[in-house]
């Protein structure tokens, strides 16, 4: 503490205050200078080895080290040579048991020692004398007068301890013998003090003034200036003002405050964003100050205060805004005074400070991107350590767990407090629409990330370090649906993490920059959530928030970030699959040797954002079930296509898909697997064996695990109405019941079960005489490659299809039906009676949806009619049939007793029209900078 000095000065102040609190080397206080209202005109103190080596050679210094002042140290005055401290073996003055007997021996010192003083000790007048008898210490001040004025801050000091003089300092100025008289008067400089003081406007009282000899170092040397000591008092603001005003040119030097007030910034250090060890100290703003007297005051925005030494100010972490509550214990208070003015946990628990600061941060973003929204503008509780762990919430105010459970205190985790305030600004936001807990997750994770600039929520929220969540994966709308909130609310989050991502690439990543990623997606969250929408809704709600001219069909700013960010997770029209689709309706059981026209079109959804001009379609085929593939080309028309296949004669099963080629070389198929999962239309005539439509009951079809645990689902076989979920259609093909593996609800996912073979089977059907059956069903079959996963159909325990295989790891040539496929199969010298089966056996690898199965028919192949060319009706109108219909001939049983050829209820083509492009991207988690 070497720069404790009687008189303070600003540089001494300042190093004081940083070592009064340690860590806060930086900006822990900012000062407001306001011009003339400074610090008091005291003389900076400058020390030199040499010089102040030297200055123990003067004359009078050796003589007094050299009698009575032996031991004796000094720090000189470099300019007056004077020993402005000395200190050294006590000194014995005598009996000093009172003032006068102190101010005595005091001066006989003085006088054995006048080369010390510098000047006639008969020139010092004593100006305070007081006695400490804890420290059993008289202070004693004398003033030095020059002209008859005292000099300002000099003068000779001493302390006299248990009868001893211990220490003196000299400040007589001896090179100043005299000063002009004054050439202005007293109420001359008073007016000037007034006037060209810092408090001009306030009214002054209690005027006083008296001629001082002031040492003026500032114009770089030393003066020794005929002053005028204005004093006045002043209530607004308070003030009790000293002017020094030079006597002989009127000019006013220095103007100070003895009511000091202090202008600093209540900071507080916290966790820089979670328990990592990393902490930060920023400024806290809008606390609440209550004095002593009771008087309030409110920190600035920033956390600035101006605080009057008055009375002793004690800061709580409430505001205007935001109030915090310990739950477990008392409030934090923070007495606050010039050297102290930072919330640490020697003032309130951590997690108090830290959810003080967090939620002012995702205040600050609301503010700047949704100002209006009333979760930054009502007053808000947060309370913290409250009893339990591992969780928060909010239920109009914020909730923080206390640690335990393994879990860290979610007061102290910035992304938990975005997190929960992302709920109130949800729920705030909402004009319309619902507020759906899900989407609700996804929302306060993303406001998590757009704070935190990472995917990972909440690092250390778990005292090993570990995060909850992560939006970076790509959850995909239905098919991850699992009924729990948080982990649904991921298919939400991932899409706003997907689209930053898109964002930044097109506009860059520099947060600040208007246009930046980061600030547009801000602004879409920000915008997007008004009309409440659900998950699958947000699409277009953001879609909406972003147009800009009241019409959304010709695109918005970033309508195609947006299309591809939430099409990645399954929402909106790139969900799932690709803005390019091929319209095409599949071919229906044909007549024989009757050429069959196809047609269709290419459909771009998003022609702003993809570029897709028709160069080729061709339609490939196979009438030996895959082994051989034959083209078919089709005239092109602008994005329309029509061409026709040569008739195929009787008994022929054919297989198809489409293929749309670009000129830039894209190309796209219909169905999407192509010839790993084609169309299949039969040639011929056909007459119904068995038909089953599983509408009215299950066709009495049973099913059974055979091999894998027998857990719960392991044989998930149901004969109900399907969900969507995990690639399942969303509803029977005719109907409302099918069969399939775990169609979801309750506790299902929609997926079989990994390890396990379970198998559905027909009864027993009786199909008399015939050898040669024709096996048509409509699937919906999303299953692994078969490399890993087999689904398989079988006649009487014979395997007559399973699903593509790669030949070695890895495969991954999924099956995967966007569709009700007619599913065309021949069965033959099965035997009689059939039994059908339809089999699942999985790895424990990736689980798929599993099959689907509806409007099972076995039909005999009849005796072909050659001639039946004139009534094609093949032209795509009979949509969705199954049988034929297209012939009049009476063998062919349309089905209707079955049910199988009727339309399904929804328009057909729907389920069909868009085709996987972009290959789902799976991506680690990054942290952003910016
Ligand atoms: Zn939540």
Request: contains cysteine.
């Amino acid at each position: 503490m070497h720069t404790v000095e009687v008189g303070v000065f600003m540089p001494s102040l300042l190093t004081l205050l940083a070592l009064a609190a340690p860590g806060l080397v930086s900006h822990a206080l900012a000062f407001a200078p306001t011009a003339g209202a400074g610090v008091a005109p005291n003389r900076t103190e400058v020390y030199h080895m040499p010089a102040q080596l030297r200055l123990r050679h003067t004359p009078a210094w050796e003589e007094f080290t050299q009698g009575e002042g032996a031991g004796w140290l000094a720090r000189f005055d470099e300019r007056e040579a004077t020993a402005r401290r000395a200190w050294g073996p006590g000194i014995p003055l005598g009996d000093v048991d009172h003032a006068d007997a102190v101010e005595a021996s005091l001066r006989t010192f003085l006088s054995r020692n006048a080369g010390i003083v510098g000047v006639d000790p008969d020139l010092l007048v004593l100006r305070n004398i007081g006695y400490s008898a804890t420290m059993d210490t008289w202070y004693v001040d004398f003033d030095r007068l020059i002209s008859g004025a005292p000099v300002w801050g000099g003068g000779v000091t001493a302390r006299v301890r248990g009868g001893e003089l211990v220490l003196f300092g000299v400040s007589t100025y001896p090179s100043v013998e005299s000063l002009p008289k004054p050439m202005f008067s007293a109420a001359d400089a008073e007016r000037v003090a007034q006037l060209q003081g810092p408090a001009a406007l306030a009214e002054h009282t209690g005027l006083v003034s008296k001629l001082v000899a002031l040492p003026w170092d500032r114009a770089g040397g030393l003066d020794v200036r005929l002053c005028w000591e204005v004093r006045s008092h002043t209530e607004s603001p308070i003030g009790n003002w000293v002017t020094h005003v030079d006597a002989a040119s009127g000019e006013r030097l220095n103007t100070y405050n003895e009511i000091s007030t202090f202008t600093g910034t209540i900071q507080g250090t916290t966790h820089t964003r979670t328990l990592d060890g990393d902490y930060t100290t920023s400024a806290f703003p809008l606390g609440k100050l209550t004095g002593a007297d009771g008087t309030t005051q409110y920190a600035s925005e920033a956390g600035v205060v101006t605080l009057s030494d008055s009375t002793t100010w004690t800061a709580t972490l409430s505001s205007s805004y935001l109030t915090v509550r310990n739950d477990s214990g008392a409030e934090g208070a923070l007495p606050v005074t010039s050297s102290s003015l930072t919330w640490t946990s020697a003032s309130a628990t951590q997690a108090e400070i830290d959810t003080y600061k967090f939620v002012f941060d995702v205040r600050a973003w609301a503010q700047e991107m949704a100002p209006d929204n009333g979760m930054g503008i009502d007053t808000l509780t947060a309370k913290v350590n409250v009893s339990g762990n591992c969780n928060a919430y909010y239920d109009g105010n914020l909730n923080f767990y206390d640690e335990g459970g393994g879990c860290n205190n979610t007061g102290e985790i910035a992304d938990v407090v975005y997190h929960e305030w992302g709920h109130g600004f949800h729920y705030y936001e909402l004009e319309a629409g619902v507020y759906d807990p899900s989407i609700s997750e996804g929302i306060a994770d993303t406001l998590s990330t757009l704070m935190t600039h990472d995917s990972r929520i909440g690092p250390y929220f778990y005292t090993s370090g570990g995060s909850i969540r992560d939006t970076s994966p790509d959850y995909v709308y239905p098919t991850d649906v699992t009924g729990e909130s948080h982990q649904d609310g991921l298919i939400f989050a991932g899409a706003m993490w997907d689209l930053w991502d898109e964002l930044n690439t097109t506009y860059g990543e520099t947060r600040a920059d208007s246009g930046s990623g980061w600030r547009t997606a801000s602004l879409l969250l920000a915008n997007g959530l008004h009309a409440g929408p659900t998950i699958p809704e947000s699409y277009d709600e953001f879609v909406l928030a972003d147009d800009d001219n009241n019409n959304t069909v010709d695109g918005t700013p970033h309508f195609c970030e947006i299309l591809e960010a939430f099409g990645r997770h399954g929402l909106g029209p790139g969900g799932t699959s690709s803005v390019i689709g091929i319209d095409h309706t599949p071919i229906p059981n044909q007549p024989s040797n009757t050429p069959i026209a196809f047609d269709g079109a290419v459909v771009n959804l998003a022609p702003g954002c993809t570029e897709f001009t028709l160069a080729d379609v061709v339609i490939h085929y196979s009438t030996d079930g895959g082994g051989t593939w034959l083209d078919a080309g089709g005239a092109l028309s602008g994005d329309a296509f029509t061409g026709d296949l040569a008739g195929f004669p009787g008994g022929t099963i054919v297989n198809y898909y489409v293929s749309a080629t670009a000129l830039d070389g894209t190309e796209v198929m219909l169905p999407s697997g192509g010839d790993i999962a084609p169309y299949t239309f039969y040639v011929g005539q056909l007459e119904e064996v068995w038909c089953a439509s599983f509408d009215d009951d299950d066709g009495g079809f049973t099913h059974e695990l055979l091999d894998g645990r027998e857990t719960e689902g392991a044989d998930d076989w149901i004969w109900d109405r399907p969900t969507g979920l995990a690639g399942d259609p969303s509803d029977a093909y005719t109907g409302r019941k099918i069969w399939g593996n775990d169609l979801g609800g309750g506790n299902f996912n929609g997926e079989y079960q990994a390890g396990i073979q379970n198998r559905l089977s027909s009864p027993a059907i009786d199909v008399g005489t015939n050898t040669e059956l024709i096996l048509q069903y409509r699937r919906w079959l999303s299953v692994e490659d078969g490399y890993y996963d087999q689904a398989r159909v079988l006649a009487n325990d014979g395997e007559v299809w399973s699903n593509h295989a790669t030949a070695e790891n890895p495969g991954n040539e999924q099956t995967e039906d966007h569709e009700w496929m007619l599913h065309t199969l021949r069965l033959s010298r099965a035997g009689n009676p059939i039994t059908l089966g339809w089999e699942i056996q999985s790895d424990q690898g990736m689980e798929f949806g599993g099959w689907n199965i509806d409007d099972v028919c076995l039909y005999a192949p009849a005796a072909d009619m050659p001639d039946d060319s004139g009534d094609s009706d093949s032209n795509g109108d009979s949509a969705g049939d199954g049988p034929t219909d297209s012939a009049d001939n009476s063998k062919i049983t349309v089905g209707h007793s079955c049910g199988c050829a009727s339309a399904p209820g929804v328009p057909w083509p729907a389920a069909g029209l868009f085709v996987a492009l972009l290959a789902t991207r799976r991506r680690q988690s990054v942290l952003r900078q910016g």
